[in-house]
């Protein structure tokens, strides 16, 4: 078991100015938290720890990396709360500690092979700190490297899990060594056999091999001695993984692959590169087509390297790397060669060069203009445009920024967000404008009932669910306009008294609408309801000329008809006419209750026929609004017939004056339908009286003759007799 007193004089070395005590207190916390808990080979479970805190001072983490390592469980696998660590250790110590412990969310879920790049991402994203990925990365090595101890089966899983994100993840950041280290132990776990065969037949090749590329080294040190130039030329290995892929890949044998042997040539100076490369291919055959310049061109993780092949003694193919020291550091130590200048040290200067390497690495799109701003950035937010979230069947889905439950319910299914009514985003309820973030977990509750509407376009955010939206809602609208043009054309041709049915057909319309520009009947009712084509300009082409002639005299016809409903049997003569309609049903309002002789207004209503009100009642006034429903209507002369009208006449409270009320109504040749009387506080009576009159002037006359009976007081006509009556109705409920 590695002692602590290694990672600490390690940590020693490499930052002389690092918080030892931190280290030794988090190694204390950690033996007490771990204590009696054993690890699946049988090893106390403290190991662990250790060996992550030992790669981390490796890597030449801080101090904050190094005890955040040695904690890295805690949280999760023992009491320790988020509090003691904060308390103990402080801020940027529990960031990691948590940030690790909320990665292995991500690795309890199922991972197919499609899902592994948005996994990468999605650690990344949620690592708000690189060094919580660098701890993942060393975790997961020790826990690869005593793999051993598990079953076969969950062998497996993991170590497929460590080839698709991990060592991906790695060679994303630089770190050479984790990655290939990761890759041989996956390789050794997923293809038990194929890892054997390759491990046997190395080993029987290994000698003869050795052999050969030693002669190649030493020539080129000869050459290289000669021109003065300053280099540490040896034989490389390629690492059983990259074998079994490249057979794989290019589907080729095992001796194909490993004919191609590699030298490595690591000079002083980044310059002194390109004149090695002049020198090999002058000793040499260089091999067309193999020369790759990730000088001038560096990978996205920021790998530099001259790549070349050539012909070796015997014909055999050599491949050769050519690169600096400072290269050769980059592609081993990745983004901990620059994460160290980050705990304390030297920080000056270095700025540039992290810069630079992480904006390739984050596969940065935007123009930087502030370095330092650009650092926080980096810091708090890998991936500023995307977020990642999980589905309940812990599929994750990537996501743009500011992207709400609407959106995912469409990146799932184009049903599921149809029917959106809402989600559970971590198990709590939350509304459809709902901002989701890194590591959600969201279920889409829906209704059938639920459809997409305009307002959803406000929140959400990807391309799909808005075309999706806009789809539906310009099919909604569509339907609309249709309906609308069609009904337009019904009405105006009603207007100029035409039968609807028998223009609107196919076989009369379709010349004229595909004349027009338009295929079917329904998209012309598109364009009617659209206003794109104009209605009039259609309807002189489709009706006869004589019928526009007729319009003036028939419009009101062609209105009336199409709200009112036609008296079925012979009319009524009912006293009021409409230009030379006379087969329509009319009404008298109840509210105003017109006499012939009134100022009148006919008002069509909806199925119940033409309601006449007075010209002064309040109700005509609101109705009259709708000034298409308002038509002139006047008294026919010729055909009165009794109209029911209320009168208010006040009394003086003496015996026998309803009896010369009724007395004085009936000699004026009017009846009393109805009478009702009222006796106030102040021996005032009032009487309302219903009777039926001819006209507006026999009114008057009743009234005037009531004015002069003895104790009347005041006669006058009440404008709402339902009103009146409707109040009697509720004073004899009581
Ligand atoms: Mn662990």
Request: with cysteine; hydrophobic share 40%.
């Amino acid at each position: 078991m590695i002692r602590p007193e290694f990672i600490i004089e390690e940590l020693r070395k490499n930052m002389p100015d690092a918080d030892l005590d931190m280290v030794w207190r988090a190694y204390a916390f950690a033996a007490r938290c771990h204590r009696g808990q054993k690890r699946l080979s049988g090893e106390g479970y403290l190991v662990h720890p250790l060996e992550v805190a030992s790669m981390l001072a490796k890597m030449k983490l801080g101090h904050v990396s190094i005890s955040a390592g040695l904690l890295h469980d805690t949280i999760e696998d023992t009491f320790a709360t988020h509090e003691e660590i904060k308390q103990m250790f402080g801020d940027e110590v529990l960031l990691l500690v948590d940030g690790v412990t909320k990665l292995s969310l991500i690795e309890s879920s199922t991972q197919e092979e499609r899902q592994a790049e948005n996994v990468r991402k999605m650690i990344l994203a949620m690592s708000e700190d690189i060094r919580v990925i660098l701890i993942k990365l060393a975790d997961r090595l020790h826990n690869m490297r005593t793999l051993d101890s598990l079953r076969p089966v969950k062998q497996k899983k993991i170590a497929q899990e460590t080839l698709d994100i991990y060592a991906p993840l790695a060679n994303r950041l630089g770190i050479g060594w984790i990655k290939t280290e990761l890759e041989n132990l996956s390789f050794k776990y997923i293809w038990p056999s194929e890892y054997r065969e390759i491990q046997k037949r190395v080993a029987a090749v290994e000698d003869e091999r050795e052999k050969y590329v030693e002669k190649i080294v030493n020539e080129v040190n000869e050459v290289l001695e000669k021109e003065g130039i300053k280099a540490d030329v040896r034989g490389r290995s390629k690492h059983y993984f990259s074998i079994f892929s490249k057979m794989r890949r290019q589907d080729i044998s095992f001796d194909e692959v490993f004919d191609l042997m590699g030298v490595r040539v690591i000079t002083d100076s980044d310059s002194a590169c390109y004149m090695v490369l002049g020198l090999i291919h002058n000793l040499y055959k260089p091999i067309p087509g193999k020369l790759k310049d990730y000088i001038a061109l560096p990978k996205e993780n920021m790998y530099q390297s001259l790549h070349t092949a050539i012909v070796g003694p015997e014909g055999r193919a050599v491949e050769i790397q050519i690169r600096s020291r400072r290269m050769h550091l980059i592609s081993e130590e990745g983004i901990a060669a620059h994460w160290r200048y980050k705990e304390g040290g030297s920080r000056e200067g270095k700025y540039d060069d992290q810069i630079v390497w992480l904006r390739r690495l984050m596969e940065w799109q935007q123009e930087i203009k502030n370095p330092h701003e650009f650092l926080e950035y980096v810091k708090i937010d890998l991936f500023p445009e995307e977020v990642y979230v999980f589905t309940p069947q812990q599929e994750v889905k990537p996501l743009p920024r500011g992207a709400t439950p609407i959106d995912f319910a469409y990146a799932i299914h184009t049903d599921l967000g149809f029917h959106c009514i809402g989600a559970k985003v971590n198990g709590k309820i939350a509304s459809l404008r709902h901002e989701l973030k890194n590591g959600d977990i969201v279920d889409i509750l829906t209704s059938q009932q639920q459809k997409p509407s305009r307002d959803w376009l406000k929140y959400v955010k990807t391309s799909k669910a808005r075309t999706k939206i806009r789809a539906f809602i310009g099919q909604a609208e569509k339907q609309r306009a249709l309906t609308l043009g069609k009904e337009a054309l019904e009405k105006e041709l009603a207007r100029l008294d035409l039968d609807p049915a028998e223009y609107i057909t196919e076989t009369k319309l379709l010349p004229y609408a595909q004349a027009a520009g338009y295929m079917s009947l329904d998209s012309m009712f598109i364009g009617l309801g659209l206003g794109k084509l104009k209605i009039q300009q259609f309807l002189r082409k489709i009706v006869p000329k004589a019928a526009f002639d007729k319009k003036n005299k028939m419009s009101l016809r062609g209105v009336i008809k199409k709200f009112i409903v036609r008296s079925p049997k012979s009319p009524k003569p009912s006293g009021v006419r409409i230009q030379d309609m006379d087969d329509i049903l009319i009404k008298f309002a109840h509210c105003c209750d017109p006499v012939p002789g009134d100022a009148i207004k006919g008002f069509i209503s909806r199925g119940r026929g033409l309601i006449v009100h007075t010209a002064d009642c309040p109700n005509s006034k609101n109705l009259g609004l709708d000034s298409e429903r308002c038509v002139d209507v006047k008294w026919d002369i010729k055909a009165e017939g009794k109209h029911l009208v209320m009168i208010l006449v006040e009394t003086e409270d003496r015996p026998g004056m309803l009896a010369q009320i009724s007395v004085c109504i009936s000699d004026n040749g009017a009846n009393i339908t109805d009478a009702m009387i009222r006796t106030d506080s102040h021996k005032r009576g009032s009487v309302h009286v219903t009777i039926e009159v001819r006209n507006l002037k026999h009114l008057q006359s009743v009234m005037n003759s009531l004015m002069r009976v003895k104790g009347v007081i005041s006669v006058e006509r009440v404008r709402d007799r339902q009103g009146v009556l409707a109040s009697r109705a509720n004073r004899m409920k009581q």
